[in-house]
């Protein structure tokens, strides 16, 4: 069978990979004319993630990428002291398997592991999907395909495409992120430096790897703002707005907006379809589970779901409706506890009051001061909540 994957970040990779193993005929096509190499931030890969690319045999990669973030340096306004966080001390009591990673690390490796058996085409794009299958592209003649899979990410192209408008489908939490490429010097090596305050948050990290540090922020408002995604100028103008008074080093990082290399800025927002297929046509990562980006461990589940679908689809024998069927009916309760997770914690690192955000700080920072018999027991009370991402069985198909 033939499989043509739209997006080569994350999920299209992964999913061509284990495609490509259990036979199937597979071609990737990009819209960005090379493999994105565009700064973006660092996410957390949990246990079945690893385990998923321990058995595709890049986890010693990923392991090399690791940005060993050590620990938190919190401010927040109105305490001189930051607060002190153990990164490694939480990540420990939450995960019996976690790996911190830059993204467009993440997907230069997973790309390099399925380049030699995937066709890849890049600077490329899907203009239409018959019902048959076939495919035409804005560059590149119209081909036929027996499935059609979008990888493509929040703004998925193949889900405008095959179920409709963007709009009928995206729930925003009331948050947005945004992401800066700024000079080395400005982070500390194995520390991220955080300033907190009422519905924002600012921090800036580096690795060893980077040529580069990168600062996050993060902020909540209680409309949604006026601006399109492709709209870099009124991203960065909207940025400087609701952090123009925050304290600390955060004018300096504001001041690289004018030469930053790389820059991202979104909506913290989910995806939720009744179902995520549509005749020959899926959807897998934040393109039709998306449970915000930050805050929800989408790349995790973006691993996962091209997991589970091309094992669903050797498991059905190519038979497309029925492990289109599967595919969901294993992945639907995880993704409906990750959307509300991710809601949670939104208000969470985003607190609305003052009490809120000394809680937050206070609290995370005691926390790693307890002994890491008392915090991983603390934690493992509760699958639904820090615990979450690691209670995803991984099947062997």
């Known amino acids: 069978m033939r499989v043509l994957i739209s997006g080569a970040s994350i999920a299209g990779p992964v999913l061509a990979h284990w495609l490509t193993r259990y036979g199937y005929e597979v071609t ?3 819209r960005a004319p090379q493999p994105r190499k565009t700064g973006g931030h660092s996410v957390d890969l949990w246990r079945p993630a690893l385990d998923i690319a321990e058995r595709m045999g890049v986890l010693p990669a990923i392991q090399k990428r690791s940005t060993e973030t050590e620990r938190t340096l919190a401010y927040r306004p109105g305490v001189r002291r930051p607060a002190s966080i153990d990164n490694t001390k ?4 939450v995960s019996d398997r976690h790996i911190e990673v830059m993204r467009d690390d993440l997907s230069e490796i997973f790309y390099d592991a399925t380049r030699d058996a995937v066709e890849y085409v890049f600077a490329d794009s899907i203009t239409s999907i018959s019902e048959d299958g076939e495919v035409t592209f804005e560059q590149g003649g119209p081909r ?5 899979v979008g990888a493509d990410g929040l703004h998925s192209n193949v889900r405008r495409l095959a ?4 709009s009928q489908f995206t729930h925003w939490v009331g948050a947005y992120l945004a992401v800066v490429s700024v000079p080395r010097d400005l982070a500390r090596d194995g520390a991220m430096i955080a300033y907190f305050d009422v519905g924002r948050t600012a921090m800036v990290y580096t690795a060893a790897h980077l040529d580069d540090a990168r600062v996050l922020f993060l902020f909540r408002t209680e409309r949604p703002l006026d601006y399109h995604h492709r709209d870099v100028a009124r991203q960065k103008t909207l940025l ?3 952090f123009a008074n925050l304290d600390g080093h955060v004018p300096r990082w504001l001041a690289e907006l ?3 290399p790389s820059f991202y800025f979104d909506s913290i927002t989910q995806i939720r379809l009744d179902t995520w297929s549509r005749g020959r046509v899926t959807l897998v990562g934040d393109a039709g589970l998306s449970p915000g980006p930050a805050i929800g461990a989408s790349t995790s589940l973006a691993v996962v779901s091209a997991y589970v679908l091309a094992g669903q689809l050797a498991a059905a024998g190519g038979d497309h409706t029925r492990a289109f069927a599967a595919y969901q009916a294993e992945l639907d309760e995880f993704v409906r506890r990750s959307r509300a997770f991710a809601r949670g914690m939104a208000k969470t690192l985003l607190p609305s009051h003052r009490l809120g955000l000394t809680l937050l700080v206070n609290g995370t920072e005691l ?3 307890l002994p890491s018999g ?3 027991w603390l934690t493992t009370l509760n699958s639904k909540g820090v615990r979450l991402f690691d209670s995803f069985p991984v099947q062997d198909y």
Not at 90 to 93: D, M
Not at 144 to 148: E, K, S
Not at 163 to 166: K, V
């Open 28 to 30: 990737v096509v990009e």
């Open 90 to 93: 939480i990540f420990t009591a």
């Open 144 to 148: 036929r395909f027996d499935l059609v």
């Open 163 to 166: 179920f409709g408008p963007e």
């Open 240 to 242: 400087r707005e609701h």
């Open 258 to 260: 004018d030469r930053t």
């Open 367 to 369: 926390a790693t001061r």
């Open 374 to 376: 008392l915090t991983r």
